[in-house]
């Protein structure tokens, strides 16, 4: 969908651009207090759909805040540019987590609410109004591609969870775990496209359960799925309750609740040049979509960068080593902070994109933190790489969006 047709009428456009400073400034302060009073009522939502170690950290909040601030700024300054980018990767993680159409009114009902009670006499009706409209143009694009996606997957919102059974781990790295699982019924598993992840549910105490999503680190078409799990133990953050109960307490034959595979940032299947550049855990997909290719006995040529603590850090190494020696084009940059134990070829940061003599046309994708992409992004178009020619995945609330 375009803009041109979104249906923002001229009196809350107006309403909305006459705000957007004073609504930008507050808006991290609405976001927090509307989740707060939405939690208020619904405790449930806290413990078994909202991450609450992204609750803690203020992220969660800031994504809302961020989210619903840059919607209305392209409402107004840029009526016609395409969105369904933005909205897709939002619809395509609340169907992953079961957003129902019914979540929308309730969180629209807290969001306004916080609008009057932080604003004050500046939150007039015509203000709260359009933004008001703000907000449902974009939550009644979302609930129709929800559906859409939940049409195609087969599957209704909320009851999209199936039994998944742990039978293999793997140590890949320090403080980092695959899980293999096979379906615990008789149904086949899911069709999936390389790049894509599924939602886990697991029980972190007796009366609530959590949500995290996994890439797929394993390529498409065998019975059996693997995710690739990062302990999170980080100074100054929540400790990962997910992340604890998959390394810590899920063993061989523990059942798991999983989403259908979902996610929109995929492999093309052109024969453009491919450029993977990962930090940490962040190459999982990549071994998916490389995986892939060399079944397929790809000639793409496939550039891998990989930058990384070190050594010791470094997951699915040699995996990842032996899927480019499969493709006749592959080939493989190691980018390591500390270089001890490391392979004669690594290299330090930063990356010299310019360097690597990348063909025309070459397709750019990355993951990792969102500071990374930050910078990985801005030095491949510094580089030459069109910024239509990057795609990334972002693991966690996203916080930042590429300029487009």
């Not at 803009?3 to 809350?12: C, D, M, P, T, Y």
């Not at 989403?259 to 993977?276: A, I, K, N, R």
């Not at 490389?290 to 496939?302: D, I, K």
């Not at 690597?356 to 990374?372: E, N, R, V």
Request: charged share 20%.
């Amino acid at each position: 969908m375009t803009l041109e047709a979104s249906g923002l009428s001229a009196s809350a456009r107006d309403a909305v651009a006459e705000s957007l400073h004073v609504v930008g400034e507050a808006i991290q302060q609405i976001a927090a207090e509307s989740y707060a009073s939405l939690f208020g009522e619904r405790p449930d939502l806290l413990h078994r759909l909202f991450n609450r170690g992204n609750q803690a950290t203020g992220e969660q909040q800031a994504a809302l805040a961020n989210g619903l601030a840059g919607f209305a700024a392209l409402l107004v300054h840029r009526p016609y540019i395409d969105v369904r980018t933005v909205l897709e990767r939002i619809a395509q993680k609340h169907v992953s987590v079961g957003v129902t159409p019914q979540q929308y009114e309730l969180i629209h009902h807290h969001l306004m609410a916080a609008f009057r009670s932080v604003l004050g006499d500046a939150a007039t009706e015509r203000l709260v109004s359009g933004w008001s409209e703000v907000y449902w143009i974009m939550g009644r694009a979302l609930v129709r591609r929800e559906a859409e996606l939940g049409a195609q997957l087969g599957i209704e919102a909320g009851l999209h969870w199936r039994s998944w059974q742990v039978v293999q781990r793997t140590t890949e790295a320090h403080g980092i775990l695959s899980l293999l699982l096979e379906p615990a019924d008789e149904w086949p598993p899911d069709h999936f496209l390389p790049g894509q992840y599924v939602s886990v549910a697991v029980p972190v105490d007796d009366d609530s359960f959590q949500i995290r999503q996994y890439s797929l680190s394993c390529a498409p078409g065998a019975r059996r799925l693997r995710i690739t799990v990062e302990l999170l133990d980080r100074p100054g953050r929540p400790a990962g309750e997910v992340s604890a109960y998959l390394h810590h307490t899920a063993r061989l034959g523990t059942q798991l609740l999983l989403s259908p595979p979902c996610g929109e940032v995929t492999l093309d299947d052109s024969d453009s040049p491919l450029l993977f550049v990962s930090y940490g855990v962040g190459i999982t997909p990549f071994v998916s979509m490389t995986g892939h290719l060399a079944r397929a006995n790809s000639a793409r040529p496939v550039t891998h960068v990989h930058v990384d603590r070190g050594a010791l850090h470094h997951a699915h190494r040699f995996e990842m080593e032996d899927l480019l020696e499969r493709l006749p084009n592959g080939r493989g940059v190691l980018v390591y902070d500390d270089l001890q134990s490391a392979p004669a070829d690594a290299r330090r940061p930063p990356v010299d994109f310019s360097g690597l003599s990348l063909g025309p046309g070459t397709l750019a994708y990355l993951c990792g933190p969102t500071s990374f992409l930050v910078r990985t992004r801005a030095a491949l178009v510094q580089a030459g790489l069109a910024p239509g020619a990057i795609r990334y995945e972002v693991f966690g609330p996203e916080l930042w969006s590429a300029p487009s």
